[in-house]
């Protein structure tokens, strides 16, 4: 499972850190990586990092947002910067994950946290 967290109201021009830790015993991480959901749209990439540590932004993002990892403890983080009231909608992780040797990589999803940027 992906536990997110670090979500909640912020003003405009604030920063917000999400991070997400992917739980129980796994036998490989690949790219993990955030997405968004507002209100009545689809959901799209905000931002993802391979195990290699390739990045990939949003174009809405870019220069505002930085995304990292913690391999050790697969753990994705989300640093946020200039933070718009377009921004709000709730962020979800996600990540590509060998729990055996044996197996395939699976995606996973978190359960979602919301960010509201608002004055």
């Known amino acids: 499972q992906l536990q997110a967290s670090g979500g909640g109201l912020v003003q405009p021009g604030g920063s917000l850190r999400l991070s997400c830790v992917v739980e129980?015993?796994?036998?490989?991480?690949?790219?993990m990586g955030w997405y968004l959901q507002a209100p009545g749209k689809q959901r799209e990439l905000v931002a993802d990092?391979?195990?290699?540590?390739?990045?990939n932004y949003g174009d809405s993002v870019k220069d505002r947002f930085t995304i990292s990892r913690w391999n050790a403890k697969n753990t994705v983080y989300l640093q946020m910067d200039n933070l718009k009231p377009e921004d709000t909608a709730v962020y979800y992780c996600?990540?590509?994950?060998?729990?055996?040797?044996?197996?395939?990589?699976?995606?996973?999803w978190g359960q979602g946290t919301q960010v509201t940027v608002s004055s």
């Open positions: 996600y990540a590509d994950v060998l729990v055996r040797r044996s197996g395939n990589y699976q995606g996973y």
């Open positions: 129980g015993s796994v036998f490989s991480v690949d790219t």
């Open positions: 990092i391979t195990a290699g540590l390739d990045r």
